[in-house]
């Protein structure tokens, strides 16, 4: 996964924002789109000595790619995809086998980019910034994260095979295998569901069993250690995995427009419900008069909602907070 040049160095640099873009788009393309919006300031000067990371999708698109010429296939603009799928928008309901492989392959992306930019910055001041499947891949990675990281953002969001992960938090398990063990014959008694769990466990997947527990750590540790075992070995687990170490600290700000025509806001209910369901602080603002189109007014009332939320570092808040302030994202403000 590439990205854009950094606009602050890394020895002054305050925060650090990285960029995950929808699907048909890149991190050009976004940036674009972004300072299109917000113009005639860039995202650097909205930044100040904040970095940004504006990232590519990781995975050439074949389909995209068929029937054009050889220096098209080049373009990350529109060539490039993150997890295949078969819904328009990214948001299929359960996963296949190789749609969990690219989806694992999406988080270890993500992770190597925040670990470098956590090392300059602090981990505290790194937040992700994702636009409707490139939110679903940030929410994938922060699932099976046992560290809080400063906070997540999303705009028009999408939760990655939302189904599944309920199973999965709830279970244990996917639909499909929730399903086919609703099929077969009871076990004896000697047989146990735990006995099944542990006889593929390691001491790096499975550290407690929490049965049929439904607390929200519980929930969490169902989840954690699928996507663990999922990023570690490319392939969904065929067994119960738990993980005990959770985190759901980090804060999650959603906002979405009502008018969106091409990502309907039921997807913005379910992504703010899944994390209310796994216990973590998750706000959704639904903007009325707003669409799919990035608009200066939906970038601004999302580090509105940032600084409500009370993220960032001093710095950080001091800077958004005085462009705020001067109203540069109210409708107005084209050549302000």
């Not at 001041?125 to 499947?133: E, K, Q, R, S, Y």
């Not at 008018?259 to 039921?266: A, T, Y």
Request: proline share 3%.
């Amino acid at each position: 996964m590439s990205s854009a040049t950094q606009n602050a160095q890394a020895g002054r640099a305050i925060a650090s924002f990285i960029f995950l873009p929808d699907i048909k788009s890149s991190g050009r393309k976004l940036l674009y789109e972004i300072e299109q919006a917000t113009k005639p300031y860039t995202l650097a000067s909205i930044m100040g000595q904040a970095r940004y990371v504006m990232c590519d999708l990781p995975f050439y698109d074949t389909r995209e790619t068929a029937g054009t010429d050889q220096s098209a296939v080049y373009d990350p603009a529109i060539k490039r995809r993150w997890y295949l799928t078969d819904d328009p928008i990214g948001a299929d309901d359960t996963a296949t086998a190789s749609q969990w492989k690219d989806l694992s392959i999406c988080i270890n992306e993500i992770k190597t980019i925040v670990f470098r930019e956590a090392t300059i910055v602090g981990r505290e001041n790194v937040f992700l910034v994702g636009f409707g499947i490139g939110f679903a891949v940030a929410t994938a990675f922060l699932f099976q994260s046992e560290e809080r990281i400063g906070g997540l953002l999303g705009v028009h969001p999408v939760m990655p095979f939302h189904i599944d992960l309920k199973y999965i938090a709830i279970d244990g398990q996917t639909k499909a295998v929730e399903n086919a063990r609703s099929k077969m014959p009871n076990k004896d008694e000697s047989s146990s569901e735990q006995d099944e769990a542990n006889s593929e466990a390691s001491a790096a997947t499975v550290d407690v069993d929490r049965g049929n527990e439904q607390t929200h750590e519980a929930r969490r540790a169902r989840l954690m250690g699928f996507l663990t075992y999922l990023t570690t070995r490319w392939e969904a687990p065929t067994h119960k995995r738990y993980i005990d170490r959770t985190d759901a600290s980090t804060p999650v700000v959603l906002i979405h427009g009502l008018d969106d025509e091409q990502i309907h806001f039921k997807h913005a209910k379910h992504s703010v419900a899944m994390f209310w369901h796994l216990g973590y602080t998750a706000k959704l603002k639904i903007m009325d008069g707003e669409g799919h189109k990035l608009t200066r007014n939906m970038i601004g009332e999302l580090f509105n909602r940032f600084m409500m939320q009370n993220l960032g570092n001093e710095a950080v808040r001091a800077h958004l907070g005085g462009l705020l302030w001067e109203g540069i994202f109210e409708r107005w403000c084209n050549e302000c």
